[in-house]
């Protein structure tokens, strides 16, 4: 068990441009979640599989955000034409299934910086 | 909508000593999870200690236990022999059973423990 991963750590784009975060999940953990984290305030909720199915969306995830899960595995979370507003902590977590009490396994997340 | 609200932005304490950090969350489902998450600097989120609503019995974990008040909507970090890798920041947060696992956090205490 190697924990959550999510690559890169930081990235630094110019506005406009695209971006393309991944994350890991612990093996075998069949649900996996994305929030963000901005300066001073605790991780809001953007989205969340199971297994390779999208099962709920926050009203936060605007058009230009779109993610995706194949084959259930890994996810990775896609930003189009990026805004300095999406400047945060990208944080990806996952846990098994609702018998393990809801505990969540977090990332180190990915600090995404728009110039 | 659930909402969680930490009204100690910034806490501080000497080392072996108590600390509580205070959250009250709103919430229209009987069915729910309570969550302290810590987050050390520039590391990973980890779960200090879980309580789920219908256990009357406050929940603890080693030096951690919690002050659940399930009628006052009150769930209180207590952190007993405070030690220097207590220094992080502290998010409460709830959890629907019975609809969507996302998380929904409060906005964080930043806790510091002084030598």
């Known amino acids: 068990d190697t924990g959550v991963s999510q690559d890169p750590r930081h990235k630094i784009t110019k506005r406009g441009q695209n971006v393309t975060f991944r994350c890991d999940p612990i093996?075998?953990?069949?649900?996996l979640y994305w929030y963000r984290q901005t300066l001073g305030q605790g991780p809001e909720f953007l989205t969340y599989f199971q297994n390779e199915a999208q099962l709920e969306k926050s009203r936060l995830l605007s058009d230009r955000f779109s993610a995706e899960r194949p084959k259930g595995s890994f996810s990775t979370l896609e930003i189009q034409r990026t805004e300095q507003g999406d400047s945060a902590m990208y944080l990806c977590?996952?846990?098994?299934?609702?018998?393990?009490?809801?505990?969540?396994?977090f990332g180190p997340g990915t600090r995404l910086t728009v110039t | 909508a659930q909402t969680v609200t930490q009204s100690q932005p910034e806490m501080s304490v000497q080392e072996a000593e108590t600390v509580t950090l205070s959250c009250t969350y709103d919430?229209?489902?009987?069915?729910?999870?309570l969550f302290w998450y810590k987050q050390p600097p520039s590391r990973q989120m980890i779960l200090v200690i879980r309580?789920?609503?219908?256990?009357?019995q406050n929940a603890t974990e080693n030096r951690f236990s919690v002050n659940f008040q399930k009628a006052a909507k009150s769930f209180s970090l207590k952190i007993s022999d405070s030690q220097l890798g207590d220094t992080a920041m502290y998010f409460c947060?709830?959890?629907?059973?019975?609809?969507?696992?996302?998380?929904?956090f409060g906005k964080g205490t930043k806790l510091t423990v002084n030598p």
């Open positions: 093996s075998e953990h069949n649900r």
């Open positions: 947060a709830t959890l629907d059973q019975g609809g969507s696992e996302k998380l929904v």
């Open positions: 919430t229209s489902e009987s069915n729910y999870y």
């Open positions: 977590a996952s846990s098994w299934d609702r018998l393990a009490a809801y505990e969540q396994y």
């Open positions: 309580q789920e609503a219908y256990k009357q």
